[in-house]
Nanobody, 126 residues
Framework: VQLQASGGGLVQPGGSLRLSCATS????????MGWFRQAPGKEREFVSA????????RYADSVKGRFTISRDNAKNTLYLQMNSLKPEDTAVYYC????????????????????WGQGTQVTVSS
C-alpha cells in the first residue's frame, strides 16, 4: 500500500490550500485515515482524521473551524481543505492510514497508523 500526498506549496497568511492523499495498492474497505504535520524542530502532531465507515471525524483544536477533512471513495483519496492559513501552520504534512476502524479517541496517536505518505511541504508566509 502506498500513500501519495500532494497539494502543498507556498501561500500567504489567510490563504487556502487543499491537500490530497491518494491510496494505491490494496484497497482498504473501511479504513481510518488522517493528517499529521511536523514543523522544524518539533514533534509530529495530529491535525485531523476520519473513519471511512461512519465518517466520524476529529480535528486538532488549533485547526478547528479552518480545516476540513473529506474523502472520495471512488478515487480512494483523502483531502484536507485548509483555509485561513497562519504562519504557524507551516510544516510538512503527512497522510496516514490504518486498514480498519479506530475509535475517535485514539485518532491523534501516530502509533495507531500502519501506513504513511512521504509528506508535502506547506509554507505560510508573506
Amino acid at each position: 500500500v502506498q500513500l501519495q500526498a500532494s497539494g502543498g506549496g507556498l501561500v500567504q497568511p489567510g490563504g487556502s490550500l487543499r491537500l490530497s492523499c491518494a491510496t494505491s495498492g490494496r484497497v482498504f474497505r473501511s479504513p481510518t485515515m488522517g493528517w499529521f504535520r511536523q514543523a522544524p524542530g518539533k514533534e509530529r502532531e495530529f491535525v485531523s482524521a476520519m473513519r471511512w465507515g461512519d465518517s466520524g471525524k476529529r480535528y486538532a483544536d488549533s485547526v478547528k473551524g479552518r480545516f476540513t477533512i473529506s474523502r472520495d471513495n471512488a478515487k480512494n483519496t483523502l483531502y484536507l481543505q485548509m483555509n485561513s492559513l497562519k504562519p504557524e501552520d507551516t510544516a510538512v504534512y503527512y497522510c496516514a492510514a490504518r486498514e480498519n476502524n479506530l475509535i475517535t479517541g485514539v485518532f491523534h496517536q501516530p502509533a495507531m497508523y500502519d501506513y504513511w505518505g512521504q509528506g508535502t511541504q506547506v509554507t505560510v508566509s508573506s
